[in-house]
């Protein structure tokens, strides 16, 4: 009956040292799951920075076009005899110096905007992260409570059957 009741008792603190265990496991898993996600919002607002300095770049790009364009126009203008200073030839330059802005502009503003949605998707994973990080917390001392209330009855009741 002596041995019954020390393996009854070994079986019992095995029970409660894998039900730690697994509740450690959770607390860890939700960790990692927060990690990640935190990891994921750093890795949108690189990919923001990116979008943002790729439309800086292109905007440079179209406003160099423009000037060289204004600088064939120019040549074009001046190879048929035509004064640089006549008022269609100004507006000719003018124009070509306008659209080359504007290209820039557009090309900025829808930088822009793709920029913010990687902003976006960033300040998701970041308040993701933290809710996952709160719920886990919760869930941690929830199970811990459990598991103290468990282990202190399954340690009377065992006390009483002996």
């Not at 300095?53 to 060289?68: D, Y």
């Not at 308040?127 to 919760?138: G, P």
């Amino acid at each position: 009956m002596c041995v019954l009741a020390i393996a009854g008792g070994a079986l019992a603190v095995s029970q409660v040292f894998k039900q730690y265990q697994d509740i450690n496991y959770q607390r860890q898993v939700g960790n990692y799951q927060a990690a990640l996600m935190l990891e994921q919002g750093r890795q949108a607002e690189r990919e923001a920075a990116y979008q943002r300095q790729e439309g800086i770049e292109e905007a440079r790009r179209q406003k160099l076009n423009a000037i060289l364009k204004m600088g064939d126009k120019k040549a074009a203008i001046a190879a048929r005899n035509i004064a640089l200073s006549s008022q269609t030839a100004l507006n000719t330059v003018d124009d070509e110096k306008l659209n080359g802005e504007l290209n820039a502009l557009t090309t900025l503003k829808n930088s822009e905007r793709k920029a913010q949605t990687y902003i976006d998707r960033a300040n998701d994973y970041y308040r993701n992260a933290q809710l996952q990080s709160f719920q886990t917390k919760k869930k941690y001392r929830e199970n811990l409570y459990n598991f103290g209330t468990n282990l202190g009855m399954k340690t009377l009741s065992w006390a009483f059957s002996a």
